[in-house]
C-alpha cells in the first residue's frame, strides 16, 4: 500500500560522514538539533521535541500533561493511540465518530466527560483535522487537557497554521510508512515553551545533570543517524506531495462515478497530507462488501489495507470496557466495516492508478 520514500544512498552517506567526524552517535547531538530546527519550521510550530518512536512520543505526552483517571478518544485509530493510555495506568473511554472526517464527534464529547476524566486525546485521522474548535470548547469547559495524535498529519495546516499549534500537544510519526520519516522516530509539537524542559527530560531518563535525576523519564531519544536520515529525507517531502497529489486527483476523477464508492472530500481551508488514500465501499450500493474488494484486489497483487479494523474497542485488551460497547459506536462500527487504504506512494505511476479503479470497477455488482 505505500512505499517508503528514500534519497539516493550518496547523500544519504555524505550526510553520514559529518556523523562519522564528530563521533557522536545519539545523545542530542548535532543533527538532532538540526531537524529540530528544520522541523519547526515545516511544521510552523513554536517547539518539536523529537522521539525514538510517534508511541514513546505520546507516552511522553500523557505523562508531561499529568494525564490519568480517564481520556476520552477514538476507536478509529492505529493500536499505539489507545496503549500508550493503559501504559499510563489511563482508561480509555471511546468517543463515536464523525461520519465524514471519521474523527471524534465533538457532538458526543460533553456526554461521556465524568469527574475523572483528564483529557481528550483525539486523532487526525488520515490527515483530515479533528473539529479543533469545538474540542477546545469542551476542554476549556470542562478544565481538560487536549492531546492530537498528528500521526497521519505531517504537513497539515488549517488557514495557514500548522496543525501542531492545535491542543496541548501534537505528536507526529516517523515511521517507515509515514510520508515524512526517520525509518523509526516521531516527535511531539506544542506552543507552550514551559514544557520543553518537562519533555525532553522525560525522553532521556529524567537526567537533569551528571549527578540530578529528577524525574521518572525513559528513553525516548532518536539517534544522528536517524535524523541525518530525517534532514535528508525531508528535502525530497514537497516533490512526494506533488506525486502523491496527481496520484490523489487521478484517483477521484476514475472513481467519481462509481456508485458505493465514497471518496474522501475537500475540507476547505486545510492543507492535505497526502498520507493515505481511503475510500469506503458502501456494500448495499457498490453490490459487494468492503472485505470483497480486499480480497479480489489481492489477486491482482493489488494490497490495500483495512485501516482501521477491526476498532480498538474491539481488542480483547479493551472490549471489557463499558464504553467499548458497539452499541455506544454505531459510527466507528459502520465505518471500521466500509474503509479500505488504497495503494498510495510517489512511485505508483498514473497507469497503476488507472489500473486500480479499472479492476476495483469491475468488482461492482449492480
Ligand atoms: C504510525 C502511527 C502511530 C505510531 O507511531 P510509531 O512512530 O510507529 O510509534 C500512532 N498513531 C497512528 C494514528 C499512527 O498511524
Redo the contacts with the bound molecule.
Sequence with gaps: MTRPLLPGLQEFSEKLREIWECRQLTNLGHQHAALEGRLSEVLKVQNVSLFN???SA?MVACKGLSLEGEVITTPF??P??IHVLAWNRITPVFCDIDPNSMNIDPERLESIVTPRTSGILG?HVFGTPCDVQRIETVANRFGLKVIY?A??AFGVEIEKKGIGTFGDVSMF???A??LFHTA???ALAFNDGRLVDRIRLLGNFGIKGEERVVLPGINGKLNELQAALGLVVLKYVSRERQKRRRLLHTYKERLRDVEGVILPENVPGVRKSYQFFAVRIDRKKFGRSRDFVYNEFRKFNIFARKYFYPLCSEYPCYSHLPSSDASKLPVANTIAGQVLCLPFYGGLSEDDVGDICSILKSFQRT
Design positions: 518512536s510517534g508511541t505520546l485509530t492505529f499505539a493511540t486523532v495524535d500521526a497521519h510519526s516517523f515511521h510508512t509515514k523509526e522516530g516521531g
